[in-house]
């Protein structure tokens, strides 16, 4: 039960606890956040913190918002929450490597390049246009980043020809961006645990400022992050201080690098850790977590906590076998359908839950079917396809010469002659000068570096990109309106050849679809809006619109529809009443690799089964689940099997499969909406 100042026992005793490193070991629901905020105000009001040497870690930026918020409601002076260093770990990344760019060999303002910039680095250095080859290279590469892997020891590592280059293009890459002045996401904390490690005081000067760290999903922690947190707390000849909160049941991430041997490293790291369980969960029913509890009993345990709840035992949870995901997709849709009727509930408490992006498909199909509204969570935006970033580089360069990636990007797309080794060249100058990329194509010497057949072409595309940025600051100027300049811009980069030579005719026309989309979007805008009753904007006015709706992208208010989702998207999310698809062997849990080592299938059905337990407790009152005794693969039906994780669920009679004749048709979904009405019934 909870106290009245909101904490129980054992939450109160985590916010307490002051004395040395702390792991607070939280189950699903049973409130990690409401820890964190209480300790940081805890440490303020209390202990006489400055809140500027607290630093909370999270991995997303909406977790990190949220936790900013909340300790500002708690705090009596709420703009000292401000004064927190509440952020992602690749934020605090950013805020050292500012600080300290010249220290690790980088200039001041240095580029951080996202992932299509990343991506077209690769392709140059692995002379391929194949896209998942091209991937799987960047994906060995983070793993090596974040394992804290040179490119050297990778190259010795290497134990086949396809790793071998992989290490080799690596190392190619690594100079690639050192030659940019630019750094790539896994840099971003990679690189503040080099210069920690080798430059003691930097690594004090850090220290003294944060003398406080409270890390969030420590389960999901990679090599690299641990490093981090090790260096931040250990030194100056006291007691290592910070609070790790993290749940070994919902580590879900090991494809990407996260280790949940970090919680078990923490015990012989710090041998004082004080370790604290919160067992009560405030989410879900009884049922549900007795589900939960059965499924996740079955892997091994780096620490024993069970979860429990006061909400009751709940409804049965309900478990059907489809013929296939056809008649699934149609029977979840009628059936929350009627569920909704039935509990007179918003859409909004509804989630479908799956493996893999590849099942919501047909799934949306029957939503759209029954009418029922819905959106889908990691699904691209429309500023994140690379058609329209290619655009927006032009943009952003014309707006701020200084922007190294929109530099980098433009110039190469489409390409005009500037090439990988003029850019290696290009960037190392521009390193020794302290200026941006297009800066130092104008600076004298570079004759030096560079042929004329190389010379030419950048400087061409400069003064071209100057041209515009002169015509783009101008306003109500009849014969120069934005959309003049973005007629002009477009004939003169021939986008749409570029689409057509390097895509075949089906994507290339879908892409300079969405290009003339945007471009028609953009002039509008400049033309004062669709009745031309607004005030009209420079390209340069327009160009600041778009920035910021791709930063400000997706934190709309959610509108009231069906939440459909990966699991892993999921994670950290609870719904009312949630649909758990596609249940069955070779999909939850995945196949895999069959020919990989029996301790490697071994441990891929152990975070099989995490994915599981963190599906079922997103549900708080009523959980659904089904799976297909047939389903569709590679353009035949193939029989499946029932997933072993319903089987180690252990539900009762009361959760027992219905049969064929039991699953509900159209025609008695309309006669129990009929029996409802007539009889006046009440929702529950």
């Known amino acids: 039960m909870s106290t009245k100042h909101g904490l129980n026992a054992p939450q109160r005793e985590a916010v307490n606890y002051l004395e040395g490193p702390c792991l607070v070991l939280a189950g699903a629901g049973s409130g990690k956040t409401r820890v964190i905020t209480q300790k940081i105000v805890n440490l303020i009001e209390h202990h006489n913190y400055d809140a500027r040497h607290i630093a909370a870690l999270t991995f997303t930026n909406k977790a990190a918002a949220e936790m900013q918020e909340r300790v500002a409601k708690l705090l009596q002076q709420p703009r000292q929450a401000k004064l927190c260093t509440i952020s992602t770990f690749h934020s605090l990344g950013v805020k050292i490597l500012r600080q300290e760019a010249n220290a690790v060999g980088l200039k001041d303002r240095f580029s951080i390049m996202d992932s299509d910039d990343c991506f077209a680095i690769v392709q140059d250095l692995a002379a391929t246009t194949d896209k998942q080859l091209i ?12 394992g804290l892997i040179s490119p050297e020891a990778a190259i010795q590592a290497a134990q086949d020809d396809d790793q071998a280059q992989a290490a080799q293009i690596y190392r190619s890459y690594v100079a690639t961006l050192s030659a940019y002045q630019a750094v790539d996401f896994d840099d ?46 250990t030194g100056l000849g006291k007691k290592p201080l910070f609070t790790a909160v993290g749940d070994d049941d919902q580590a879900i991430y090991a494809w990407r690098g996260a280790t949940v041997e970090n919680l078990a490293t923490l015990q012989v790291d710090f041998p004082d850790l004080k370790i604290i369980k919160l067992e009560q969960n405030y989410r879900s029913t009884t049922r549900i977590l007795q589900a939960a509890n059965a499924v996740i009993s079955n892997n091994p345990k780096l620490f024993e906590k069970e979860l429990w709840s006061e909400h009751g035992m709940g409804d049965p949870i ?32 509804y989630a479908i839950l799956y493996r893999g992006n590849h099942q919501s498909r047909v799934i949306e199909l029957a939503l759209r079917k029954e009418r029922i509204p819905y959106t889908v969570s990691g699904g691209q935006s429309y500023f994140d396809k690379a058609e ?67 010379l030419r072409p950048l400087r061409e595309f400069c003064n071209f990109i100057l041209q515009l940025e002169t015509r783009a600051a101008k306003t109500n100027v009849s014969n120069d309106s934005a959309a003049s300049v973005l007629n002009d811009m477009m004939q ?36 004062g809006g669709k009745d031309g009753a607004g005030e009209e904007k420079s390209l340069l006015d327009l160009t600041q619109m778009v920035a910021l709706m791709t930063m400000l992208d997706g934190r709309d208010e959610q509108p009231d529809a069906v939440r459909m989702s990966t699991l892993h998207a999921a994670k950290g999310l609870e719904f009312p009443h949630v649909f758990l698809v596609g249940v069955e062997e070779g999909i939850l849990p995945h196949k895999g690799d069959p020919d990989a080592p029996a301790e490697l299938l071994g441990a891929r059905i152990e975070e099989e089964r995490r994915l599981m337990y963190v599906g079922i407790t997103r549900a708080q009152r009523s959980l659904q689940i089904s799976w297909c005794r047939n389903r569709r693969q590679a353009r035949e039906s193939k029989h499946c099997d029932m997933s072993r994780f319903i089987k180690e669920m252990k539900l009762d009679e009361g959760n027992a499969q219905p049969t064929e004749s039991e699953i509900m048709t159209p025609q008695n979904r309309l006669a129990n909406l009929k029996a409802l009405l007539s009889k006046g019934k009440e929702p529950s």
């Open 135 to 146: 991937r799987r290279i960047q994906g060995a590469m983070s793993l090596w980043k974040n």
């Open 188 to 233: 971003l904390i990679r690189l503040p645990v080099e210069l920690f490690r080798d430059n003691e005081p930097v690594r004090d000067k850090w220290q003294r400022r944060l003398r406080y760290l409270l890390v969030d999903e420590y389960q999901d922690t990679n090599t690299c992050q641990y490093e981090l947190v090790k260096l931040l707390v």
């Open 318 to 349: 309900q478990v059907m076998a489809m013929r296939d995901e056809e008649q699934e997709a149609e029977q979840v849709a009628i059936l929350l359908s009627s569920h909704r009727f039935d509990r007179r509930t918003q859409f909004s408490d």
């Open 388 to 454: 329209i970033k290619d655009i927006i580089s032009y943009l952003r360069l014309v707006a701020n010469q200084d922007d190294d990636p929109a530099f980098i990007r433009a110039v190469t797309t489409p390409k005009r002659g500037v090439g990988q080794a003029t850019l290696e060249v290009l960037g190392e100058f521009a390193g020794q000068w302290q200026c941006s990329l297009f800066d130092a194509s104008f600076k004298g010497g570079l004759e030096a570096r560079l042929a004329a057949k190389q």
């Open 492 to 527: 003169e980069i021939d986008y749409e050849r570029y689409l057509y030579d390097t895509f075949d005719d089906r994507q290339a026309q879908s892409k300079w679809q969405n290009v003339t989309d945007f471009i028609d979007w953009l002039k509008e805008k400049g033309n």
